[in-house]
């Protein structure tokens, strides 16, 4: 052969090309590769903020309204409740369930179970019509003393329930960090958008009527979150999320009768901590 040199060198670029092909092909992909096609669930607790609210009131014999009314969660701490069957409605819970439509966008629904209970020790100012027995006693100068909860107790501690479908996007940024192995460890950010419906249990007494604590839908919420996604070995993760919405309520039971119910609307804030689940059915 006049150009063994050559041979020499077509070979071993043949050869090399084989063999980084070989090792591509038996290289099995990281199963954190792709998010198509899996399910997810987590289940955690929230701390929950309220904007002032006017809250309107109406019945046969009264149309009033309270303006400005402070209002504040009711939050249980690090307690065994959470995953106790029996009282997991206790604490301020957070329960989703969702599925990846492609690598990067998933779909869920859950259940956000917030706490709402009007702060007692205040004074609203009133505008209406009330019990004219009320004048001079709690209510002065058209404002109203709710300390003493003769006039009013006001609370959805059982709760603010909204119950609300979600559309996420969810971006791996493990190589920001140096990390190659994300099937051991993988970082993750997720923002989202969602609505739904209020389901809450209104523990309410107003005037001398019997206390109302009972399930009733209420109206909507729409909110919108961003949290971080921390992935352990393939399958558990924990999230940490802030997500804020529109809250309202045109529809709120308030004692037995058909003839009374209240409203209001008012922005909420969660921050949310979450333990979960994904996976591949």
Known sequence: MKHPFLMAVLTFCVFSQYTFAQEEAITPEKYTAHNKG????????????????DIHFQGADYDFTLHDVAAQDKPKGWHIDYINP?????????????YFITDKYNISIGVDHMKYVMQQDQVARISGNYPAEYNN???????????????????HTDGLNYINTEF??????????????TDVFQINV?????????????????????????????????SAK????????????IQAELKGGYINMNDIKTT???????????MFLQRVIAFGGIFRI
Not at 38 to 52: D, H, I
Not at 149 to 154: A, C, D, P, Q, V
Not at 168 to 181: A, H, L, M, P, Q
């Open 38 to 53: 899996k399910f997810y669930v987590f289940w955690g607790g929230n701390r929950a903020n309220f904007t002032n609210s």
């Open 226 to 237: 961003a949290g971080l996604n921390l992935t352990f070995f393939k399958h558990f993760f």
């Open 190 to 222: 997720t923002e989202g958008v969602g609505g739904g419906v209020l389901f809450p249990k209104t523990n309410a007494k107003l005037f001398n009527k019997e206390r109302h604590d009972d399930f009733h839908i209420s109206g909507f919420g729409l």
């Open 168 to 181: 996420s996007r969810v971006d791996d940024i493990s190589k920001w960090f140096g990390i190659t192995n």
């Open 137 to 155: 006693t709690v209510v002065s100068n058209g404002m109203v003393d709710l300390t003493d909860e003769s006039f009013l107790t006001f609370e």
């Open 256 to 266: 037995y009768s058909n003839d009374d119910k209240a409203s209001q609307h008012f």
């Open 86 to 98: 029996g009282r997991m409605t206790i604490p301020q819970t957070n329960l989703r369930v969702g």
